[in-house]
């Protein structure tokens, strides 16, 4: 009597399970079963637009689902990543998390939001190293000869950014730290009225992204003097990188990630992982990226929140080293 009991509640036991498992998996394996939104904290047509749609298309394609890019611009991407952070963690919200979103760590005196604790990684897209330029009026040709004039001049050398805190000032922040020179930051809103002042004369140098500043750079209108990415770039094999020139470890590159809110199961996320990985192996995105002087990323989500907490603390350390302040 004793074992026909015990077998019957087993028995009992194990159809209670699989009838709890049957709806999770039937829910794990219907995702996506609607459109995607995918936040981008900045608004159109900018770098982190265009690696967005480039993206979140082919993803949409290979998941069956539409993927809708939504601009939330503000605040440095906060405005953009604290509406995800709020979002259910179901896979119907994503984000591209940035460089900027670590930098943000430090930058803000309060967030919001916590950077490393209210996102899921899911993996990094794509890098786009940043190119130190300067009008072509200025007497230097290498980076070396950029550091010997700027020590000669009582007032040093002025140089633009897009704006207090973002990832172009910072890269113009490490190297002044590294160097020691009289480096005096400009910032504007937004990197198309740097890089006309930058042209025009009314600023000198500018560490810009690569996608920005390469068409002026081809043309002629602005002198490229070195790259802050590990390797040269194809679309400009003459220009050294900041390693070559004799700073090493200088490798300072913009990045943009792909994350959920932080809970969302680790089936969709894995599914999500699995899926950009074969949109980056794509050929037509790893033309349309080199054509932006941006290389794939990819990894696992482990492989981002690590490189993101590294990166938090890379640029806590800028930040409070160059008294950068949040515009």
Do not use: C
Not at 145 to 154: I, M, S
Not at 171 to 181: A, D, I, P, Q, Y
Request: glycine share 8%; proline share 7%.
């Amino acid at each position: 009597m004793t074992r026909i009991t015990r077998r019957t509640w087993i028995a009992a036991a194990a159809l209670a399970a699989a009838s709890t498992a049957l709806p999770a998996l039937a829910q794990n394996g219907a995702y996506p079963n609607k459109p995607i939104r995918l936040v981008v904290g900045y608004a159109t047509g900018g770098a982190t637009d265009v690696i967005a749609r480039l993206i979140g298309q082919k993803l949409g394609e290979g998941l069956g689902q539409t993927v809708v890019i939504d601009n939330r611009a503000g605040a440095n991407s906060n405005v953009g990543a604290e509406a995800v952070v709020r979002s259910p963690a179901d896979g119907y919200s994503l984000y591209v998390f940035t460089i900027a979103n670590t930098i943000n760590a430090t930058l803000y005196p309060k967030l919001n939001y916590d950077p490393e604790k209210d996102f899921e990684p899911i993996g990094l897209m794509a890098k786009v190293p940043n190119i130190l330029v300067v009008n072509t009026n200025v007497p230097v040709k290498t980076l070396a000869e950029y550091v010997a004039y700027t020590k000669a001049q009582p007032q040093g050398i002025t140089f633009a950014s897009s704006g207090s805190g973002s990832s172009i000032h910072l890269s113009g922040e490490m190297f002044k730290l590294v160097t020691r020179l009289n480096m005096l930051h400009v910032p504007y809103r937004g990197s198309a009225p740097a890089v006309t002042d930058l042209i025009g004369g009314q600023v000198q140098s500018m560490f810009d992204n690569a996608p920005s500043a390469m068409p002026h750079i081809q043309s002629g209108r602005l002198r490229a003097l070195a790259i802050t990415s590990p390797q040269r770039s194809p679309l400009l094999p003459d220009v050294p990188t900041f390693i070559e020139s004799g700073y090493a470890d200088f490798d300072v590159q913009s990045w943009f990630g792909l994350a959920a809110p932080a809970g969302t199961p680790a089936a969709i996320v894995n599914k999500l992982n699995a899926e950009l990985a074969k949109v980056l192996a794509l050929p037509d995105v790893k033309k349309r990226l080199a054509e932006m002087g941006a290389t794939p990323a990819g990894g696992t989500p482990a492989d981002m929140r690590k490189f993101a907490a590294a990166e938090i603390k890379r640029w806590n350390a800028v930040v409070k080293a160059s008294g950068a302040k949040a515009d």
